[in-house]
Each structure stands twice: as C-alpha cells, then as structure tokens.
C-alpha cells in the first residue's frame, strides 16, 4: 500500500495542528508520550516533530511532507518545498512575529543602539542576517529557553529576540518592543523527492487541500432562507457574502430560496436585518470546510 509520511509538529502547534487535522476530516490520536500519532487514513502515517527540527527531517526524507513555520525553514536553510501555506498559530488565525525586546527601563531605543551588545534568542541565523541587514555588529547567543527571564537579569543580555503572537506576554515580564525581526505563518512543505512521486504529491495536494478548506471555514456559517422575489434585491444588498449567494427557484413563483455564507461574528446583526427586509425560514449552520 501507497503511504504518504506525514510530519505533525509537536509543541506550541500540536493541539492547534490535531484540531485542524479533525477539523480536515481526520481523526488523530496520540497516546501520552507518544510521537506516533495514529490517524484513521491507512494511506497517512504521522510522526510528530518539534517545528524547530521539521524542515530538517523533510530535507532528509524521513517524512514525505510537514508542518512547521517559515520561520524554522529561514532558519534552518532546509531545502524543502513549500507547497502552501496555513495562517494558524497557537492562539489565532494570524501570522507570528519574531521581535527584538528589551527592558521597558532601556536605554535602547532602536536595533542600531545594540551595536556591540548582546542579544538572546533561539532563531540565531535569522537575527543575524537581521543585524546584519542593518549594519549592527552584536553577539548573538543561544538561548535554551525562558528568553525572556534573562532580559531582565542584570549584565546577562541586552536584549532579546522572541516570539509572539499577541505581546502580552512581553508586558507581563515588563519587555518592550523595539522592531519586528521577521513574520512567520505555518508552511505546508514536501520533500524534493518525494513530490515528484506521482501518487504521493497527489495524495499531499489533496490534504493540503482540505486543510485550507478547513481554516478557510473557521469563523463562518451558512444562511439558507427564503425570499419575496419583490424583495430580494434589498435582501441582497444585506448580504456580506464571500460570493454571489446561491438562488433557487421554488414552487411557488412569487419566492426563491437563498443560500449564502457569511462571517460568524456578523449573523447576530445580520439575521434581523434580513428579517426585517422580508427574508423568512432563516437557517444558520455550522460550515467544516470552504473550498474555494
């Protein structure tokens, strides 16, 4: 049997990851301590992976695809291919930043102000070339963690470049933000190899393929109603659609059937409103994947 080896990254994206992968219509399942995940397709065999280390293992084929963040292939020079990209994160549905921090009593006030200094980070190529970019000649170390604890012990660091998607963290340890070092989004990457195997590069296109259909759903329910047909152009011109909504005729003549999707955090507003224009027999429901 054909098996497409799929790389899930462990850490801060798993949970978000395995609820993506239900949400695409696989069921994973991973035992405690475990980092075989069984998932219910005979043609998937996951591994799971920290995304600091997928684009290597993608690279040197030990998994035919994976999941990890631009920001780990920038990092680690992997020559892999980037087949698509997934907008999620740990906590949202927006791209994470990697920022230059320091103490909110610093004297630095912008990058050209470490010249000479030190800085702390795990993503050490990147802030180099970021350094660099800007003519700053700094020591970069590594950091093994808790990055940010050691902006604020005295004489260790000068500052530090670390992860975050909203900043409050940052604040909570009494950091501010001086520049943004480089953005990062989940990466759906293939090894060299393998994707020129016919049925594996088809089988990884069909997953990728319903993994955007499943974000591309998140937040956003379908609305069936019927409309007067005296009335259905002020019913339209409430609709906030993705597309042209969906018209259907009835049997009866003087009505139509409407279908539409719109955004979640709308319909609250959105239903009376149409209700109001005429709209009757509104139906909201869940959607698990667009596909555009």
């Keep these: 049997m054909n098996v497409l080896r799929v790389g899930l990254p462990s850490g801060s994206l798993q949970e978000s990851t395995l609820a993506l992968m239900e949400r695409a219509g696989y069921r994973v399942r991973l035992a405690p301590r475990s980092y075989v995940p069984e998932i219910d397709d005979p043609e998937l065999e996951g591994m799971m992976f920290r995304a600091q280390e997928m684009a290597q293992f993608v690279e040197r084929g030990i998994v035919d695809v994976g999941l990890t963040g631009s920001d780990w292939i920038l990092e680690t020079g992997a020559q892999v291919i980037e087949v698509g990209e997934l907008v999620y994160s740990k906590n949202s549905a927006q791209p994470v930043r990697w920022v230059l921090a320091v103490r909110e009593d610093s004297p630095v006030r912008s990058v050209q102000d470490l010249n000479g200094k030190r800085i702390a980070t795990e993503l050490v190529g990147a802030t180099r070339r970021y350094l660099a970019s800007r003519g700053v000649a700094a020591e970069v170390d590594f950091s093994w963690g808790t990055t940010e604890s050691k902006a604020n012990i005295p004489g260790l660091v000068d500052a530090i470049v670390e992860l975050t998607e909203t900043g409050s963290s940052l604040r909570a340890n009494r950091l501010r933000i001086v520049d943004t070092v480089c953005e990062s989004t989940t990466r759906f990457i293939a090894n060299k190899v393998s994707w020129q195997d016919p049925w594996k590069r088809e089988k990884a296109e069909n997953l990728l393929i319903l993994l ?81």
């Design 212 to 292: 955007q259909g499943a974000l591309a759903a998140d937040g956003k329910v379908g609305l069936k109603m019927n409309v007067p047909r005296d009335r259905l152009s002020a019913v339209i011109a409430r609709l906030p659609a993705l597309h042209t909504p969906t018209i259907s005729e009835q049997q009866d003549a003087d009505w139509v059937a409407l279908e539409v999707i719109a955004d979640e955090r709308v319909v609250r507003e959105l239903v009376p409103q149409l209700k109001r224009e005429g709209a009757a027999g509104i139906i909201e429901y869940p959607l698990n994947k667009v596909i555009y």
